[in-house]
């Protein structure tokens, strides 16, 4: 009996390895589809009775200009292009103030954002940070940079129902996102941390705060250098 367990229990790690690894391959050649996020706030939309709104349109890295990838680094991992995928002091300072009980912005880089947002759910066991250094390590060394920021902002929740940077510029600024200007691009990056309740446009006093610390920011920041 516990030969048979623990065969079957292999089988599903082979299993496991063998899709994830397969799906990381796949989705360096195309397009996500979906993420589970995307199905987890259609189905509360649909709870709530609200209108379900699923707005997204892919576009590549090229399409996006760099404005808007200067703000997601400057806004959400200063290291981005030059670390491995986890920002190690990050990841040390947030725990430390976290056992203060402190409420502070988390450790995560864009890196380990990516891997959450396409491959995983919203949540803080073990076992899902656990699978989200798997996959983050997995994305680094088959995707690369680029592709990791290409798919971080086509497929990152910004607005209710607003996934991706294309649809996110045509929804607050209506316009595409080659032609966000820096402040344009700093108010989008600067909603992040609850796109669902911040507002890109017309927003309060904090995301004009954080929006005008944004842009001070990008200023040290040159064309992101991806290889």
Same mark, same amino acid.
């Given at each position: ?8 229990i292999g %089988?599903?790690i082979?299993?496991f ?9 796949l ?7 979906? /993420? ?7 189905f ?12 997204? $349109?892919w ?10 990838q ?8 200063g290291?981005f292009t030059t670390?491995?995928?986890? $920002?190690?002091?990050?990841?040390e ?6 056992? @203060?009980g ?9 890196s380990?954002? /990516?891997?959450k947002?396409?491959f995983?759910?919203?949540g !803080? =066991?073990?076992? !899902? %940070? ?13 995707w690369?940079k ?8 086509? =497929? ?11 649809? =996110?510029?045509?929804?607050?600024? #209506? ?18 941390? #609850?796109?669902?309740i ?6 309060? !006093?904090?995301?004009?705060?954080? @929006?005008?610390?944004? =842009? !001070?920011?990008?200023?040290?920041? #040159?064309?992101? $250098?991806y290889?």
């Amino acid at each position: 009996m516990i030969k048979k367990i623990l065969k079957f229990i292999g %089988k599903l790690i082979l299993y496991f390895f063998g899709i994830s690894i397969g799906l990381v391959i796949l989705f360096k050649f195309i397009p996500v589809p979906f /993420t589970p996020l995307m199905f987890i706030r259609t189905f509360e939309q649909i709870g709530s009775n609200d209108k379900v709104v699923w707005k997204r $349109d892919w576009i590549a890295i090229d399409e996006m200009g760099t404005s808007i990838q200067k703000a997601v680094i400057a806004s959400e991992d200063g290291k981005f292009t030059t670390h491995n995928g986890f $920002d190690v002091k990050a990841i040390e300072k947030a725990y430390k103030n976290n056992q @203060k009980g402190k409420r502070v912005k988390g450790g995560s880089t864009i890196s380990q954002q /990516t891997a959450k947002n396409v491959f995983l759910w919203p949540g !803080r =066991s073990y076992f !899902r %940070k656990g699978l989200e250094a798997y996959f983050t390590v997995l994305i680094e060394v088959v995707w690369g940079k680029e592709r990791i920021m290409e798919v971080y902002l086509n =497929s990152i929740e910004m607005g209710k129902g607003i996934y991706g940077i294309e649809a =996110s510029s045509q929804h607050w600024f #209506n316009k595409s996102a080659k032609n966000l200007t820096k402040a344009e691009a700093a108010a989008i990056a600067a909603i992040l941390p #609850n796109p669902r309740i911040y507002k890109a446009k017309n927003g309060s !006093r904090y995301i004009e705060r954080r @929006k005008n610390a944004i =842009s !001070r920011q990008m200023n040290f920041y #040159n064309k992101p $250098d991806y290889k």
